[in-house]
């Protein structure tokens, strides 16, 4: 669960995106724990909790996987007490990182995560230090064969304020308000999403290169993969040839 951001599609480019079933797992089954704690154990009248369940089924987790990790959030079996925490840091070249985690022990995945941030030149900072660069928008994965007249046909009339191809599919970007009602207008236009979230989307890019753009990609990466770790933001950008020739460099 990458978060929509440059990088993520950086890792499907590099090849690097291993089938990590089990630690997918465990960041799934940590959004239903907390979805049903926060909004009850009825997907029908809990709709982070329908798309959390909806999402582990999109990775094959066994019912009685969901069942469980459903009933920890509603009390009726015991388990870990999981909060959500966000973090914010910045990276070489003044990125700036927002990181959403979900733990049982704050204090072991706060100094984690500062470790993480320093082994690959950043620096882990207090409330403010990135938020202020990121505006909360829901976010739309599309198959790259839908065509554009279809996106502005439907996606645009729905609430999308813009679209872009990045890597094999498209990417809508809309108000937090407008994302039922466009994932709704696409299904019913036959255009099923891929994924549908609300993310943090930077404000304005910051493009690297070279040594930079490798450390930046490093620590988005190395942050993604710590087990507490939901989703990673980062403000920075990439462009293909830079890509083409990292991946070339690894």
Known sequence: MSGHSKWATIKHKKGALDAKRGKLFTKLIKEITVAARMGGGDPGGNPRLRKAIADAKGQSMPNDTITRATKRGTGEIEGAAYEEILYEGTGPSGTLFLVEAMTDNRNRTVAEIRKIFEKHSGVLGAAGTAGWAFDRKGVIALASETRE???????????????????????????????????????????????????????????????????????????????????????????????????GAG
Not at 153 to 163: M, W
Not at 180 to 203: D, G, I, N, Q, R
Not at 208 to 229: C, F, M, P, T, Y
Request: a negative charge.
């Open 149 to 247: 007249d279809q996106l502005m046909e439907v996606a645009v009339g729905a609430g999308v304020e813009d679209y872009q191809p990045t890597g094999d599919e498209w990417q809508l970007t809309m108000p937090q308000e407008a994302l039922s009602a466009v994932t709704e207008a696409l299904e019913k236009a036959s255009l099923k999403p891929k994924s549908s979230t609300m993310a943090f989307v930077p404000k304005i890019k910051k493009p690297l290169s070279g040594r930079d753009a490798q450390v930046a990609l490093n620590l988005a990466e190395a942050l993604d993969d710590h087990d507490d770790v939901q989703n990673v933001y980062a403000d920075f950008d990439i462009s293909d040839e830079e890509l083409a020739s990292l991946a």
